[in-house]
């Protein structure tokens, strides 16, 4: 029958003591410890050694004899150092650091075999040629076995009781000191080094944690187990810190940062909050704090509007305003589970007046009565098929929904008395080459004939268009599908290797678009300051990395994920513009919206030619609507 611990501890109980104050001592002490016992360690490594090949021991009668085997340790010590053995943490020791010991014991042994020739010539006797590498042998149990049984005894599943897991923080700065202050404290992580770009630094400790050079990355991977580093450096640049993302993430290993400083100057975030990195933040975009004046004018108090509401813009244009203190808001929504989703989250703000309204934006009668049933202030007009190969795919579909459905709640609006309209443009109705891009840019036409439809009866009602590019993780975009493919084990697929695009945040696109609506004078072309263009294989390239993985390519044939490319789909452009005339564009009182000028459509009335592409979709003539909607809009800029 097998036995029991004794009085029925448990073997994490009997040893919970031992590891609360080993845990508790100075890494200083720690160190003092393990060189201790490796002194003593050898000294009987090299004791059994001779007393295997004796055949029993004898203790040394004579000072030479004492010395050679006290020098044993003595000149092992220092090479133990020089291979880092006192800087890792038994804790986290991995496999691989029996390599490391192995080198070491042999470097140790050669150079004392070298002090045992030097004796022998000296004529202080000789050293039975077995010996050494006897003492070899029992050195590597010794140093080796301690370690890795003290990790099984006091750590058995290879980390603290807490769970606690090998870090390295990037920044030996003032917020890396407190950083590493309080994941000590938290438990959770185990600061195993630092990482820092001045030289002066490396090979100290902070915190009591050692220094190092970024490129010894590869080193701590290796011997500590890391798969996380922090970033904490507050005040980094977004430039900088897309180059140390792409330098660590090379690793593949997970990349996290601390709260950016104006976050942590407002109160936002702590310093010691550790986060995801967005992938926002390595698109090169800058942030700047938005304008509470803006928002309370268009928003404080009044009864909104926003046209497909359960939509990736829609829903986060909804949530923005209740932020605003308005009076009422109407979620027009035409898929029921959308707008029970939306609804159903908004519906625990207290003191906010929700109407979940279904209806589809095509039904000009159904807009106007609700807008006149809710005394409707602003529409935010967010509703429209915007995915490109599915309304290449099915035009007629695209333009009825894009172009009639904004000239139904333009005119809805008009005639309801609506003061503030905003259309939801993008960057492909600059010159369109598919039908999604030319149905937008017709929405744009639309919403600036009425404008000046409002603008000629006097009535003080103003319309407007905002144009931006792509949103991250809007519904339908690149973003989502990168994650499931990522997700699935990859492969990620890319249309075009030079294919780029213009991205921001959805929650930015929001704030945005609610301030450029304040800042219309009527009958406005609004273009969102979108930065840079990216590469949508940088952006493939920069969520694998997130997801803490390697790329799989001609250098790194043993990476995670490997990105394959499979052509353009129909209607696509390789590039976006956000202008037809970048020079002709003004500034606004916003740093992050121009005022773009708009067509002049007196020539050819767009809302004539509306007639004309009516008819030909009442008969389902396909060549013809395409025909008319590249027509109409080829010299409008």
Not at 488 to 504: I, K, S, V, W
Not at 531 to 557: D, F, H, Y
Not at 590 to 597: G, Q, S, Y
Request: a neutral charge.
């Amino acid at each position: 029958m097998r036995m029991g611990p004794p009085n029925g501890l448990s073997v994490p109980k009997l040893v919970e003591p031992i590891q609360n104050m080993v845990g508790s001592l100075p890494r200083f002490w720690k160190r003092v410890l393990l060189v201790g016992y490796d002194l003593c360690a050898l000294a009987a490594a090299l004791c059994a050694a001779y007393a295997l090949r004796y055949g029993g021991w004898l203790p040394p009668t004579r000072l030479d004899q004492f010395m050679l085997i006290a020098s044993a340790p003595v000149i092992a010590i220092p090479i133990f150092i020089r291979a880092g053995l006192y800087r890792a943490i038994i804790r986290f020791l991995p496999v691989q650091a029996l390599w490391t010991i192995l080198q070491a014991m042999s470097i140790a042994v050669v150079c004392w075999v070298v002090v045992v020739f030097l004796s022998e010539m000296a004529g202080s006797g000789t050293v039975p040629r077995s010996v050494p590498f006897l003492y070899w042998a029992f050195g590597i149990v010794f140093i080796a076995g301690s370690r890795f049984i003290a990790k099984a005894l006091l750590w058995p599943s290879g980390n603290s009781a807490s769970g606690s897991r090998p870090v390295a923080i990037y920044g030996a700065g003032e917020a890396g000191a407190q950083l590493a202050h309080t994941l000590r404290m938290q438990g959770q992580r185990m600061v195993v080094g630092f990482l820092d770009d001045k030289p002066q630094l490396h090979g100290r400790d902070v915190a009591g944690v050692r220094v190092f050079s970024p490129s010894h990355l590869p080193t701590l991977v290796e011997r500590y187990g890391v798969t996380e580093v922090i970033l904490s450096i507050p005040s980094l640049t977004t430039h900088r810190r897309q180059e140390i993302f792409a330098a660590v993430g090379g690793h593949g290993i997970k990349v996290r940062t601390v709260p950016h400083l104006f976050d942590i100057a407002t109160g936002k975030y702590s310093i010691s909050e550790v986060r995801e990195i967005d992938i926002d933040e390595l698109l090169g975009r800058s942030s700047i704090p938005s304008d509470p004046e803006l928002f309370g004018q268009i928003i404080a108090g009044r009864s909104i509007m926003v046209t497909g509401a359960g939509g990736s813009i829609g829903s986060e244009l909804c949530r923005l305003v209740t932020k605003w203190a308005p009076q009422r808001l109407v979620l027009f929504e035409s898929n029921e589970f959308a707008l029970y989703q939306i609804e159903r989250e908004l519906s625990t703000i207290k003191d906010l007046a929700i109407v979940p309204l279904l209806g589809s934006v095509t039904d000009q009668k159904r807009l106007a009565a609700a807008m006149l049933e809710h005394g409707t202030d602003v529409v935010f007009h967010a509703a429209a098929y915007k995915h490109v190969p599915l309304v290449e795919a099915n035009p007629l579909e695209g333009i009825y929904n894009n172009v009639f459905g904004t000239r139904a709640i333009a005119r809805a609006a008009l005639e309801a008395g609506v003061m503030h309209f905003v259309l939801i443009s993008t960057d492909k109705a600059v010159r369109p080459t598919n039908v999604m891009g030319a149905t937008k840019r017709w929405a744009e036409l639309i919403v600036n004939a009425v404008a000046r439809e409002a603008a000629a009866s006097g009535s003080g009602q103003k319309f407007c268009a905002v144009r931006f590019g792509n949103v991250l993780g809007s519904n339908g975009s690149v973003v989502p599908l990168f994650k499931e493919q990522i997700a699935a084990g990859g492969p990620l697929t890319l249309t075009d290797t030079a294919m780029t695009r213009y991205f921001m945040s959805i929650h930015e696109a929001a704030e945005l678009i609610a301030q450029a609506g304040a800042l219309s004078e009527g009958g406005d072309l609004f273009v969102l300051d979108m930065g840079e263009p990216v590469l949508i294989r940088t952006l493939a390239e920069n969520m694998i990395r997130l997801a803490g993985l390697s790329v799989r390519g001609p250098g790194v044939p043993h990476g995670e994920i490997e990105i394959v490319v499979v052509g353009k789909r129909p209607g696509e452009k390789l590039y976006e513009e956000l202008f037809y005339d970048e020079t002709s564009t003004v500034t606004t009182s916003h740093l992050k919206i121009r005022r773009a000028p708009t067509a002049d459509t007196g020539g050819q009335n767009i809302l004539t030619m509306l007639d004309a592409l009516e008819g030909v979709l009442e008969q389902r003539d396909e060549p013809q609507a395409r025909r008319i909607l590249f027509s109409v809009i080829a010299d409008r800029s």
